[in-house]
Each structure stands twice: as C-alpha cells, then as structure tokens.
C-alpha cells in the first residue's frame, strides 16, 4: 500500500519530471492489446496510487469493478448478444449525456477527424457498416484487453463529481503508463448500462460512468499507430498579467 507523505523519490527533479512527464504524453487510446495478463496485484497497485486524486471536499465518488477472466468474458458475451441484434439496440438507452445533444465546430470536426483517421489506418470505407459495426464492437471486447474497469458513482452525487471522476480515470491511466501499461477509457459502454449492471450486480443506486481497457499495447497492430491532434496551449489559455486599461493608474 502507498503512504502518502512518503518522502520524494532519491532521483534528480529533472528525471522525475521526464519520467511524470512522459506518463502524461504517453498516454494513449490503445485499441490493440497483447494476451499478457495483468496480476491483479498491479491493478490493485494502480488503483492505490489512483485514489489519491482530488475530489470536491474529499468526496471520492468513485466505485471500481474490475473484470478478468471468465467474469470479463461473460460481460462480453452479454453486450454482444444485444450488439448485434439491432432489434435490441434500438431499445437502448443512456444513463447521463456524456456527448452534446447537438454538435458544433470544432468538437463535431476534431470528433470526425479522429473517426476519420482510426477507420481510415484500418482500411474502413465509409460504406462499409460491417466492418465499422464489427470494429465498434471491440470496444465490448475490451479490445482484447485482459482486464476491464467499470465505473459507477451513486446517483445522488452532483455533476461536479464527474469531474472528480475525470481525475481519477486519468490517474489511473497515468499510473498504468507507469507501469508499462496501457489504457482505453470507454464511453461505448454507457449504452449497455442496464446490461452491464445486471451482470456485475450493481446497484440501482449507482450510475454507470464509463468502461476502461488496461493491459499491454500492441505495437504491431495499426490501429495503436494513431496519432491525436491536439491545439497548442497558447490556442485556449488567455494569461491576465496586467491590470485593466480603465483602472490601470
Ligand atoms: C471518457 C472517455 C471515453 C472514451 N470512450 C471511448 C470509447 O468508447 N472507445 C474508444 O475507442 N475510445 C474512447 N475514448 C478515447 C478517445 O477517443 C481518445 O482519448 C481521443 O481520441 C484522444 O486520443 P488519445 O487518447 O489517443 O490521445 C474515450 C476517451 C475518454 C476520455
């Protein structure tokens, strides 16, 4: 188990700033996994280090299932039975808005371009909704991930403790590229909420967030080539460093 106040690790700022640096920009949807397993000691490890992350007035709202084996093959199993029935899909629903009702530039032109650009590495044509269907599909196949992270929060929790939520996953994630790890949270999973909490036994009172692959990459695999864009800081940040021209006297 982790002690919080333990004291700086023994190497060089600069090297600690390199290593914790190189977690953040590592980090990846990885869409690709190796069978290696993950002991359940390093998830457990990963999830120690993870629950230190801020939350509004220590709230911690986070509630982990983790799923290996025959548990996560079983989840799959069921998700896919309705996956590929589109007479059970229609009647499916979502447990919160994670996307925008209505979508605007430039979040409707960054999310095509990354569609885009994954279904083009894979050689999927537009058209073709088989293979978009079946490549969609990994995600309930954790891409063959040996493990799965489900979280859920209780539903009386405000919207302020998804944000706490986003910390943790991103710990989490972080953690994991610490470890030789890699991650993909999804949001796939949202749809099959009901399904999901049937399977693991979740109650009412808790709401699906999201799902999350963890294991080792696959580096031969096209789909883990795909490179993110992202704007520069300088395109979102507005520094304030000197008063207004009014009360500048
Ligand atoms: C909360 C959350 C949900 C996501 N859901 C999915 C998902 O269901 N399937 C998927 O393939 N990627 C999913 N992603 C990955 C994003 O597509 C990815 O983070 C984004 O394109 C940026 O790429 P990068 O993570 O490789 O830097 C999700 C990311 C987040 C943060």
């Known amino acids: 188990m982790s002690t919080r106040f333990a004291s700086p690790p023994s190497i060089p700022t600069d090297v600690l700033r390199s290593a914790v640096d190189w977690a953040l920009v590592t980090r990846r949807a990885t869409r690709a996994f190796l069978p290696t397993p993950v002991p359940r000691m390093d998830v457990e490890a990963i999830l120690d280090v993870a629950r230190y992350c801020a939350s509004g007035v220590n709230t911690q709202p986070w509630h982990v299932h983790v799923v290996m084996g025959a548990a996560k093959e079983r989840l799959t199993d069921a998700i896919m039975r309705v996956y590929d029935d589109s007479s059970l899909t229609a009647k499916l629903d979502e447990p919160y808005d994670y996307y925008p009702q209505e979508w605007t530039s430039p979040y409707i032109d960054r999310r095509r371009k990354v569609g885009w650009d ?106 883990n080539s795909l490179a993110t864009d992202r704007e520069a800081a300088s395109n979102f940040t507005t520094f304030h460093e000197t008063a207004n021209k009014e009360t500048d006297q």
């Open 118 to 223: 994954l279904y083009g590495l894979l050689g999927i044509q537009k058209s073709d909704k088989d293979r978009m269907h079946a490549q969609h599909g990994r995600n309930y196949r954790f891409f063959d991930a040996p493990v799965g992270l489900m979280f859920t929060i209780d539903r009386s929790m405000g919207r302020g403790s998804l944000i706490d939520y986003g910390m943790f996953l991103q710990s989490i994630m972080v953690a994991a590229r610490a470890r030789g790890l890699d991650t993909c949270p999804q949001a796939a999973f949202t749809t099959f909420h009901r399904i999901i909490a049937e399977q693991l036994a979740i109650p009412e009172q808790q709401m699906f967030v999201c799902g999350m692959s963890l294991g080792y990459a696959d580096p031969s695999r096209i789909e």
